[in-house]
C-alpha cells in the first residue's frame, strides 16, 4: 500500500529504488571497574589508532571525489578523536574511577553531545552532535570487536534508509548503487545533507521514524525537492518520477558552467553570492563552489573546540587563514555568537531558563569585554592580509551598537600606533536577528557599514516559536506575508543610508525565496556552498522587475505563507 512520508528537504533529485535499512550491531557494553588503568587506556588509545588510521586512508581514496568541504568532516572526525581535552577526561576516569575504555568513553562523549543536542537555537552547532554519535559507534564498535556496516558491498541500486550517517557510511558510498538517502534524524546542515548534496544523491532527513515504517527491499521514491518520500509507489507515480530526475540531472550539468560567472540577474541586475562557513577549513568549498564571498564565518567553534580562552595569536592564525584563502574576496566574520545554550569549557556560563532570550552574544561580549576586546585586536590585525567585515550578532538597542563600536575603535587606536592605517578597509556591521532591531533598522543603519539579516533566529523571534521545537514548528513561516514586510522594511531601511544589506539565513538559499528577495532589493545572499550553483542559475533566469511586481502581489493578495508559496510556484512556471 503506498504511503508518503514527509521530511526536511537536503540535497535536490530523484532517486527510485529499493530499501536497504541500514542497520548497525548491537553496541551495547558492561560496565565494569579494571585492575590496570595504563592497559586500559592502551586499548583505547590503539581503537582511536585504529580508527584515525582508516579515516585518513578513506579521505585519501575519496580526495578526488570530495570537494574540500566534505573531505574536512574526515578532518572533524580526526579532530574529535585526538583532542586532548576529550582525551584527559576518558584517562581521568579510567584512572580515577577505574571505569573500563567503554564506559569511560561513553561518558564523556554522552556529555558532549547533550551539549550539541540542547543547542536547539543554533542548527549548525545542534547537528554536529551527529557527528560526536558517529565516532561513538566507531569507537564502540572498535572496542567491542563488532563490525559496522559496510556500503561497499552493495551491488544494486537502492535507497539508504537510516537513523543517521556518518562519513564511515558515506565514505562507502558508490553512486552506480546509492539512489537515494533517507534519515530519522538531521537538517540541512547535518553530515548527512551535506555529503548527500557533495555526492549528488536525492536526500531527506528528519523524517522521525522512516526506519520504522519501511522494510528492506520495498521499493522507495526519494522527492529531495519537496522533502517527501514515497513507500511502495504505483507505476504512474515512478513514471512521473523518472521524467523529473532525467530532467534534473541536465540541469546539473548546466550549474556546473556557472563557477566562475557573475550573479546577476536576467535584466542585468548584479548581486553578490556568498557562503556561510564554520571555519577555514570550509573555505576551499566555497571557492570551489563560486561564492562570491564568506558572508558568514562562526567563530564559535574556535572558543568551543578550545580548553581555554583562544589567544589573540591563536585567533590571528585561523583569520589569517581564512582570509588569505580568499584571495581578495570579502570575509564577513560574525564576533562570538556564544550563549546558555553553548557552553564553554573554560567559562563556565549561568543556567537560564530561556537562554534565547538571555545572557548571549553581543550581551556577553559587552560584560566581558577584555575576552571581546582579544578577539577584535585579531581581526584587525588580519585584516592587513585581505578585505575582512566585522558583524556584531544579536544586537537590540542602539546602545548596544555604539558601545560595541567604541570598543573596537578603541582597541583599532591602540594598533594604529605600530600598524598605522590598520582597520581602514574594514567595515562595520550588525545581525538583524531581534525583532526591536528590525523596527529601528533606519536608526541603526546609520551607524553601520551592512546588515545581514539573521533569519533562522528572527523568525523564531518574530513568531515566538522555538525553531527546534517540533510541537510548534508550523510557525517557522519565512514566507509569511507579514514577515516579509519585516524584511522589505529592514532592506529598504539599509538603502535609505547607503547601508549593504544581505542575508545569511537559510531563506537566503531557499528557491521559493529568491524572486521575492530579489524584488526587495536584497544585495548580499550568503548560504551553505553547496547551494550557490543552483542559486545563481536561478538568478539568471529572473527579471528584477518582474520579481518586484510578484513581491508586491505576495504582501497585497496573500494571507498565509501557503498562498505565498503557491503564487511563487505558479508564477516560477510561468515566468
Known sequence: METQINGIAASDGVGIAPAYLLTKPNLNFEKYHISDPNSEKARLHRAFDKIIQKLKDTK???????????LAIFDTHIA????????????????????????????????????????TGN???????????NIQDQVLAELEGKKLPNLRELDHPVIIVAHSIGPADTSQMDGRFVKGIITDFGGRT???????????????VGCNDITKKVQNGRRVIVDGFEGSAIIEPSTNDVKQYQKIADKFMNVRQQWKKMINQPSVTADGQEYKISANIGSSVDISSAIENGADGV??????????????????????????????????KRLVVRTLDIGGDKPLQFMPLPKEMNPFLGYRAIR????????FRTQLRALLRASEFGKINIMFPMITTLEELQAAKKIYYEEQQKLAVDHPGIGRDVHLGIMIEVPLAALNAERLAAEVDFFSIGTNDLIQYCFAADRGNDSVSYLYQPLNPTFLKLIKHIIDAGHAHDTTVAM???????????????????????????????????????????????????????????GVKKLVQDWLVTN
Request: charge should be negative; include cysteine; glycine fraction near 4%.
Open 80 to 119: 574529535i578523536l585526538n583532542d586532548p581535552e576529550m582525551i584527559k577526561q576518558v584517562e581521568n576516569r579510567i584512572t580515577n574511577q577505574r571505569l573500563n575504555a567503554e564506559s569511560a568513553f561513553t561518558e564523556v562523549i554522552t556529555k558532549m553531545i547533550k551539549i550539541l543536542q540542547a543547542m
Open 123 to 133: 542548527e549548525y552547532m545542534q547537528e554536529r552532535a551527529t557527528d560526536f554519535q
Open 190 to 204: 547535518s553530515h548527512a545533507a551535506i555529503m548527500a548534496r557533495s555526492l549528488q544523491i536525492p536526500a531527506i
Open 504 to 562: 545569511c539565513g537559510e531563506m537566503a538559499g531557499d528557491r521559493y525565496a529568491l524572486p521575492l528577495l530579489i524584488g526587495m532589493g536584497l544585495d548580499v545572499y550568503s548560504m551553505s556552498a553547496s547551494s550557490i550553483l543552483r542559486t545563481r542559475s536561478m538568478m539568471k533566469q529572473l527579471d528584477s522587475k518582474k520579481c518586484q511586481e510578484l513581491y508586491q502581489q505576495a504582501v497585497t493578495t496573500c494571507d498565509s505563507m501557503t
Open 60 to 70: 585519501k581514496k575519496l580526495v578526488d571525489k570530495l570537494n574540500a568541504e566534505d
Open 295 to 328: 558572508g558568514l564565518f562562526r567563530t564559535e567553534f574556535l572558543y568551543m573546540k578550545s580548553d581555554h580562552l583562544p589567544t589573540e595569536e591563536e585567533q590571528l592564525n585561523a583569520y589569517r587563514r581564512a582570509v588569505e584563502q580568499l584571495n581578495g
Open 364 to 371: 556577553i561580549a559587552l560584560d566581558r569585554p577584555e575576552m
